[in-house]
T-cell receptor
Framework: AQSVTQLDSQVPVFEEAPVELRCNYS??????LFWYVQYPNQGLQLLLK??????LVKGINGFEAEFNKSQTSFHLRKPSVHISDTAEYFC???????????FGTGTRLTIIP | EAGVTQFPSHSVIEKGQTVTLRCDPI?????LYWYRRVMGKEIKFLLH????????ESGMPNNRFLAERTGGTYSTLKVQPAELEDSGVYFC?????????????FGNGTRLTVT
């Protein structure tokens, strides 16, 4: 069965510090990978996606993620976080030819001033 | 452009009652998806419409859930009769193309509480 694992349910980080949110997926076939963010009282919005090509993907708001096929990972990183990055972050995967997304359980990022 | 709109934002009903959730996708988006997040767990796929046709309803939990998209515009998701385990946040999303080619635009969700 397809699955996405986000081991960290909550991550507190000091403002201007770097952050990495971890995501691992299970798959033996080609996948597309996504990170979505949900700000308080809002819907989810796409941060970035990996479809093919360069394994380092840059997204909005200074975030980037690296696709590692051998480790089946797609960790999200930002070199310096801001208070406005406080949100819940979801990693998701879709399998080639299948349009539905399989999401992880989410990581709540809290920025400490 | 107006985003994906969901009504109501919150709904509290008693076990055994019926609730209908509505989703208005972005105009022109043929693809409409319903997802659900039960408290603290992952967001799970429910079903996918292409225009008015159900493309994939493999995630629908059981026959107490009925989704429709008459005319290929807005969609409704009816739960009848509601059970306690149906509580959660129901998200609707739409996209112009297949989801991996164009981003999914999510609504703010409907928080359903069954007591």
């Amino acid at each position: 069965a397809q699955s996405v694992t986000q081991l960290d349910s909550q991550v507190p980080v000091f403002e201007e510090a770097p952050v990495e949110l971890r995501c691992n997926y299970s798959s033996s076939v080609s996948v597309y990978l996504f990170w979505y963010v949900q700000y308080p009282n809002q819907g989810l919005q796409l941060l970035l996606k990996y479809l093919s090509g360069s394994t380092l993907v840059k997204g909005i708001n200074g975030f980037e993620a690296e696709f590692n096929k051998s480790q089946t990972s797609f960790h999200l990183r930002k070199p310096s976080v801001h208070i406005s990055d406080t949100a819940e972050y979801f990693c998701a995967v879709s399998y080639f030819g299948n349009e539905k997304l399989t999401f992880g359980t989410g990581t709540r990022l809290t920025i400490i001033p | 452009e107006a985003g994906v709109t969901q009504f109501p934002s919150h709904s509290v009903i008693e076990k055994g009652q019926t609730v209908t959730l509505r989703c208005d996708p972005i105009s022109g988006h043929d693809n409409l998806y319903w997802y659900r997040r039960v408290m603290g767990k992952e967001i799970k796929f429910l079903l996918h419409f292409v225009k008015e046709s159900k493309q994939d309803e493999s995630g629908m939990p059981n026959n107490r859930f009925l989704a429709e998209r008459t005319g290929g515009t807005y969609s409704t998701l009816k739960v009848q009769p509601a059970e306690l385990e149906d509580s959660g946040v129901y998200f609707c999303a739409s996209s112009q193309e297949r989801s991996y080619n164009s981003p999914l635009h999510f609504g703010n969700g409907t928080r359903l509480t069954v007591t």
